[in-house]
């Protein structure tokens, strides 16, 4: 069983800022300020003492701390060699079993996370501990972050592409990228598209640049992820992957022509395509929804013939 830690000495924990761990402007640090935030994002993740949640970028450890108290088990990646070293000293200090620090970046961390169905106790603290699964309806741990900014899509992603995703994600990240990734048509974009074939996205609230330090030039939001089960198959969503992106490429012009040059394919073809599909070739590529994107896609190998 992991040590209750009360909330008086967890917000003393994370709030400290020792001179050697201050934030590094190229690895997007912004550390959340107000507890109050941090309890609103734990709060959406719905934890469980039998969850099992990965955090990225823990930074000094305003939430880590705050998941420990609510989760089965924590595995902290941080790639700042200081700050997962700083953690460390005050997991150790503090007699804190149930996390774990990964000091890697995460864009390189290979990880196939499973839950634990008990609270995971020191004997599972090795990451080897954590194996795959194949089934991405199967999963259950959950990712609860703040993100940093300048990796934060790509994070996304990386989890929600994985064959073992998540059950669901609550990350902070820049207000415009949350705004995209949740978006609908006629505001939609390559990020949204993609996101959303993976996910349900929900923006749950915005965050004033003035919660976080160093303060950044924008202002941030809550998303809920969930991810979903893909409708495609999986040999359809290399073509999906085709078609979007050259769909994307000039965002502001009409799809059809789009594509013609992308995919290099007649336009009477394009044409044809679309009436298939009941799409007017007219149309822009931000105002379509991802089952349209699909439709085309599930129809493509017509085209090609």
């Not at 090795?126 to 959950?142: E, F, G, L, M, W």
């Not at 064959?163 to 048509?185: C, D, T």
């Not at 969930?226 to 073509?239: F, V």
Request: aromatic letters at 8%; charged letters at 25%.
């Amino acid at each position: 069983m992991h040590k209750t830690i009360s909330r008086d000495k967890i917000k003393n924990l994370s709030n400290e800022r020792p001179a050697p761990a201050g934030p590094i402007k190229a690895l997007g640090q912004n550390f959340l300020r107000y507890e109050k935030i941090v309890w609103q994002v734990i709060g959406v993740a719905n934890l469980k003492p039998s969850d099992t949640v990965i955090e990225v970028g823990p930074g000094k450890g305003a939430l880590t701390f705050k998941l420990a108290q609510k989760a089965g088990k924590v595995m902290a990646v941080e790639k700042d060699q200081r700050l997962a070293g700083l953690l460390q000293e005050k997991l150790s200090a503090n007699d804190i079993k149930n996390v774990e620090i990964v000091n890697e970046d995460i864009l390189n961390f290979q990880f196939s996370p499973q839950c634990y169905s008990e609270p995971a106790g020191e004997e599972s603290r090795d990451s080897s501990a954590i194996r795959p699964q194949n089934d991405r309806s199967n999963s259950n741990y959950k990712v609860v972050a703040n993100l940093p900014y300048n990796i934060a899509t790509a994070v996304i992603m990386k989890f929600l592409e994985t064959k073992n995703p998540p059950k669901l994600m609550v990350v902070i990240v820049q207000k415009e990228i949350g705004q995209k990734i949740a978006a609908k048509p006629p505001k939609m974009s390559k990020l949204s598209v993609f996101s959303q074939l993976y996910s349900e996205v929900k923006i749950v609230d915005y965050i004033s640049r003035k919660c976080f330090y160093p303060q950044p030039k924008v202002d941030g939001a809550i998303l809920l992820i969930q991810p979903k089960k893909i409708i495609i198959k999986p040999k359809a969503l290399a073509i999906f992957t085709r078609i979007a992106r050259a769909g994307f490429v000039w965002p502001r012009k009409q799809l059809a022509n789009n594509l013609a040059k992308g995919l290099d394919i007649d336009k009477n073809k394009i044409n044809q395509w679309f009436g298939q599909n009941q799409i007017l070739p007219t149309r822009r590529p931000e105002t379509l929804t991802v089952e349209e994107w699909i439709k085309l896609t599930e129809s493509f190998p017509q085209v090609i013939m």
